[in-house]
Antibody, heavy 120, light 113 residues
């Protein structure tokens, strides 16, 4: 059974940093593109970034480029999102999601999400 | 970035009746080399993560009931629930995965009338 479990969320002050993790199991993690998607409270879904199987390609939404960094460790079956210079508008549930074997595929499995709250 | 729009914002349908949600992309998401539309539909129930329903605009994900169907091509797409069930109450999102960033529509809330 495919499982994605996010962790690392919490309360952080504006300007602070946070590193999210996503532990994957039930599939060959190193064979899939992976994405982060976020959802602000009561709002819609916003795709954040994705990363190729070997980490050699990464894509970001412009508003997060330079502040957020996606990475992965295939030996640990883990996906990460390093978030710096956090703003109140980054408050959201952050989901880890599995893509496909190629870059342009839908997201077929999602984790339960981890809540990030940016507030003083 | 490809802007995705959806209509209506919300709709209420009687049990057993048809629900239709429209999605429009700001540019075509049809890839001519393989004739595939890079368009997916997701269902999100309250307090849950999204669930993939439809991909390539009309291919139903494994395990998704056949009352859900997707259609359309290019820039205009439709998700149809042929006979609404109580468990279909949710917000439905379309998403293009034709180019990064993979943008989502704003969502359509479906309720029971």
């Amino acid at each position: 059974e495919v499982q994605l479990v996010e962790s690392g969320g919490g309360l952080v002050q504006p300007g602070g940093s946070l590193r999210l993790s996503c532990a994957a199991s039930g599939f060959t993690f190193s064979s899939y593109w992976m994405s982060w998607v976020r959802q602000a409270p009561g709002k819609g879904l916003e795709w954040v970034a994705n990363i190729k199987q070997d980490g050699s390609e990464k894509y970001y939404v412009d508003s997060m480029k330079g502040r957020f960094t996606i990475s992965r460790d295939n030996a640990k079956n883990s996906l990460y999102l390093q978030m710096n210079s956090l703003r109140a508008e980054d408050t959201a549930v952050y989901y880890c999601a599995r893509g496909g074997s190629r870059a342009y595929y839908p997201l077929d499995y999602w984790g339960q999400g981890t809540l990030v709250t940016v507030s003083s | 970035d490809i802007v995705m729009t959806q209509s209506p914002d919300s709709l209420a349908v009687s049990l057993g009746e048809r629900a239709t949600i429209n999605c429009k992309s700001g540019q075509s998401v049809l890839y001519s080399s393989n004739n595939k539309n890079y368009l997916a539909w997701y269902q999100q129930k309250s307090g849950q993560p999204p669930k993939l329903l439809i991909y390539w605009a009309s291919t139903r994900e494994s395990g998704v009931p056949d009352r859900f169907s997707g259609s359309g091509s290019g820039t205009d797409f439709t998700l149809t629930i042929s006979s609404l069930q109580a468990e279909d109450v949710a917000v439905y999102y379309c998403q293009q995965y034709y180019s990064t960033p993979f943008t989502f529509g704003p969502g359509t809330k479906v309720d029971i009338k």
